[in-house]
């Protein structure tokens, strides 16, 4: 059984410029929830996606979006990047869908730095 | 809104010393919660979680927690912690009706050898 995948590892932009990251859900898994974790703070939810729909979101702007696939993969993207956007950003994967309480499985991150 | 509380941001012990974290949330409603550990380097990974029934589970590695109603709290203990428990503890809550994970800002443990 293959886990949570995130790419890249690492990555670094400046002020203003676009970012995509990916993630590879568990396999089995149709719910993928992104969160952005600060230095020093706990991670922060920013949406999930259920079905290839958005199925909730946290206190974040619209320059934070995102996809599914129909493989249950996913996309987070920001939009002109500021210097508090610099963080890791989780990827989690959890069956069931929306409202469920399933357990999520959080993949390794990607470290976003914003010069 | 709701919130979790984690009052201990660092904590060192000794080898065989008992472990005690705090977690406190603010949702008056059905919740159900969980501890995530985060090793040096790796990935956040369950620890234990409470969903419904008996309010003290085990989880993983000899950890276990208690869910008190009337306090709003979902402490993690461990008897005797070793080295290797040396992680970044987070406690996190799951509301009703919701799908997102609300986390605690964290505790650092660190266990001297």
């Known amino acids: 059984e293959t886990g949570v995948t995130q790419s890249p590892t690492h990555l670094i932009k400046t002020r203003g410029q676009q970012v995509t990251l990916r993630c590879s859900s568990q396999?089995?898994?149709?719910?993928v929830s992104w969160y952005q974790q600060a230095l020093g703070q706990g991670p922060q939810f920013i949406f999930q996606?259920?079905?290839?729909?958005?199925?909730g979101r946290g206190n974040f702007p619209p320059r934070f979006s995102g996809l599914q696939f129909p493989n249950y993969s996913s996309e987070l993207n920001v939009n002109a990047l500021e210097l508090d956007d610099s963080a890791l950003y989780l990827c989690?994967?959890?069956?069931?869908?929306?409202?469920?309480?399933?357990?999520?499985?959080f993949g390794p991150g990607t470290r976003l730095t914003v010069l | 809104a709701q919130s979790v509380s984690q009052h201990n941001h660092h904590v060192i012990l000794s080898e065989a010393a008992s472990l005690e974290l705090g977690c406190n949330y603010s949702y008056g409603g059905t919740v159900n919660l969980f501890w995530y550990v985060q090793y040096p380097g790796q990935h956040l990974q369950l620890l234990l979680k409470?969903?419904?029934?008996?309010?003290l589970v085990k989880g993983i590695k000899g950890f276990e927690a208690e869910f008190i109603k009337s306090k709003f709290s979902f402490n993690l203990r461990k008897p005797s912690v070793q080295w290797s428990d040396t992680a970044e503890y987070f406690c996190?809550?799951?509301?009703?009706?919701?799908?997102?994970?609300?986390f605690g800002t964290g505790t650092r443990l660190k266990v001297l050898a």
């Open positions: 409470y969903f419904s029934g008996d309010p």
């Open positions: 396999s089995g898994h149709n719910t």
């Open positions: 996190a809550v799951m509301t009703s009706g919701t799908y997102k994970y609300i």
């Open positions: 996606y259920y079905r290839e729909e958005e199925n």
């Open positions: 989690a994967s959890s069956a069931g869908g929306g409202g469920n309480y399933n357990e999520q499985f």
